[in-house]
């Protein structure tokens, strides 16, 4: 850790996971986009594709499938938060082990955690994947138990606006629905995959606020991420869902090669 | 920088920042128990005094005068946002030069930005100093001109919060008041001497919301942090203060030895 890197010091900087698929990064393409709109949404300079691109594949050259890591950050700068006259972004690029999710998440569904840390309302940096993720950080803190597959994050008016983790497609009265993220969470890759797809297959979606009441009442509650794909939430406190058709068919758009 | 360091990865950790002042830390005692009130807050161990001790003492061993920085993150973890099971916190200590403030800044008062980024409400994390600072980084990226001493940040309410790295007292009616950090801002040591002083003192001080209409009709505005001492607001925007006689007399406080 070197102190003076902005990364370390103010969490001044984006980030992106990735699935390492065959050898492969799915939706590298996507992912470049995306880390590139969120170093601009902060003014950071993003490194190129190529470089990226080469950095990865060296440090995936020996994974058939893991989970690829890239930090951009403002890089070096001296005391206090004016941003350096000339700075030298920093770039981390890892690429890790995929965490061996039980197989009963996709068969059966999954078990969710309802945090009690709410997300702030911060429409500037809403939707960004930058190092701020201390309220990430505490509501992943509030559960051990395997048994929880995830958590569910509400905002402070009782809205549910995303896994701690990953993204939420709720489906009401046959309609699919996702949460606006204009005033908190991340905006996700998987997630733009997904509204893309259904755009493409002329599935009507709505971008809107949802409510605890509404999320319970649903008849079927997807979460997505680039690791794990698509979740169908069996149980969150006292409610319960059967199985229904959406995560699955979801699950097989996310499969389907994109590059 | 490690990539696998929750303070690089998340800014999963806390700092502080301390006057180095004839070869002594200015308020250590203070710094160290704001240090350890902040580690508990997001549960991470904070490493022991005598430790982070023998270290400053180590790192301002030729600085008669300068900005002392500790960091201490919850230290290496491996993917996602799970706290490793045995956490093993990092700590960065170091003593660099201080800035050179213009005489004016304690004569005639300084003038002030307002900042056009606003606070979030996150009562989970306010007045703590911890590492998630993308607010105060792009609130400081707003002004570039060395006229502006200073920025001054609201809420998304439209109260006075703090400055960018400094907080506020404000005079009106003959009476001080500071703004209430509970929804947002961070609580500054510098800051809580001035109200145990004013406590000891007998000075009535009220700790509230502050609208931004309070403010600019106010007598005087004080701002205040370890390094600066206290500077008098003269100007912010259309706005101007004479010259009050809290500034200088907090800064008498503040000069005057503590442990």
Redesign the interface.
């Known amino acids: 850790?070197?102190?003076?890197?902005?990364?370390?010091?103010?969490?001044?900087g984006v980030?992106r996971?990735l699935l390492v698929r065959d050898g492969r990064l799915v939706c590298w393409e996507r992912h470049y986009r995306k880390l590139l709109s969120d170093c601009q949404a902060?003014?950071v300079a993003c490194p190129s594709r190529d470089t990226l691109e080469a950095e990865l594949a060296w440090a995936s050259e020996d994974s058939r499938r893991g989970?690829a890591?890239i930090?951009v950050?403002?890089g070096p700068g001296?005391?206090?938060?004016?941003?350096p006259a000339n700075p030298k972004p920093?770039r981390?690029v890892?690429v890790?082990p995929l965490?061996s999710f039980p197989q009963d998440n996709y068969t059966e569904g999954v078990c969710v955690h309802r945090c009690r840390?709410?997300l702030?309302?911060?429409p500037?940096?809403a939707g960004i994947k930058?190092?701020?993720?201390?309220?990430?950080?505490?509501?992943?803190?509030e559960w051990?138990s395997p048994n929880f597959a995830e958590g569910l994050l509400l905002d402070?008016e009782d809205h549910v606006v995303e896994g701690?983790?990953s993204n939420l497609f709720v489906v009401r009265e046959g309609k699919l629905h996702t949460p606006d993220l204009s005033r908190?969470g991340i905006s996700g890759v998987t997630r733009e995959r997904v509204i893309d797809r259904l755009l493409e297959e002329g599935v009507p979606l709505r971008v809107a606020a949802i409510s605890w009441a509404e999320l319970v009442t649903s008849e079927e509650v997807v979460l997505v991420n680039s690791l794990i794909g698509a979740w169908q939430v069996r149980k969150l406190e006292s409610h319960t869902w059967v199985r229904g058709r959406w995560a699955s068919r979801i699950r097989s758009w996310l499969d389907e090669s994109e590059v």
Chains 1, 2 share one sequence.
């Open positions: 850790m070197d102190p003076c890197d902005r990364g370390t010091a103010y969490g001044d980030f996971t902060i003014s989970a890591k930090i950050t403002r001296s005391r206090g938060y004016a941003p920093s981390l890892s890790g965490p840390m709410t702030g309302f911060q500037r940096l930058h190092l701020n993720r201390l309220e990430n950080v505490l509501a992943r803190s051990s402070a701690v983790a908190c």
